[in-house]
């Protein structure tokens, strides 16, 4: 089985209106994609992983007309918001293509730092080819990734964010996680641009978070 990721470059910033008012809020940052599916009614439902303020994420879905319902659950780092809208041509051809491909979705789709959404889609490499024809032609798309899937340790990164990503990688590069430990924070920082102490809160929210994922 394979895999391949692959960033998506929405036009204009996103693929729904509100996902677009989402990227563009100043108070708000879109994290990931956890789930979204295409219901029999053409519609569809959502689920995002935000940051920000909650009031804000509330006055984007109360005037998006293309929202239907929605529901928000708050958790100590994120806002987990589940969306049941109205599609567009952009989001029914997108949904489309898994069920008649057999191809399977990795979530969470992760957004990248410029408003792109990172995909990894599992199946045979020869219905890769034949699939990737079918993506809407208004979106650009980069290749990413192609090899062995490997489900646990892909799905696990995926659910950090770039930055969190780049200083995790930083620090296993340097020797942060080995015994006894070869570096501090500070060291670590020093190759990143920012203070030991940020470096310091992002590990133990990556670590908080990967820990959470593999415990029972």
Known sequence: MRYITFVIIPPNGGLTDTDRAFGTAPNITRRSIQHINLLADETAVVIFELDGEIGAVEAILDTEPEVLEYNITE???????YIHLETNEIISELLTIPNEYELVVDTPMVYTHRGGLRVTIIGEETVFREAMPEIPASLRFKLEQLGEYEPTTERLFSLLTDRQQEILMEAIRQGYYE?????THQDVAE??????????????????????????
């Open 75 to 81: 958790t100590r780092e994120s806002h987990h918001v």
């Open 179 to 183: 015994v006894p430990r070869q570096v």
């Open 191 to 216: 190759s990143l641009d920012c203070s030991g102490g940020t470096v310091g809160e992002h590990l133990r929210k990556i670590e908080a978070k990967l820990l959470n994922e593999i415990t029972p």
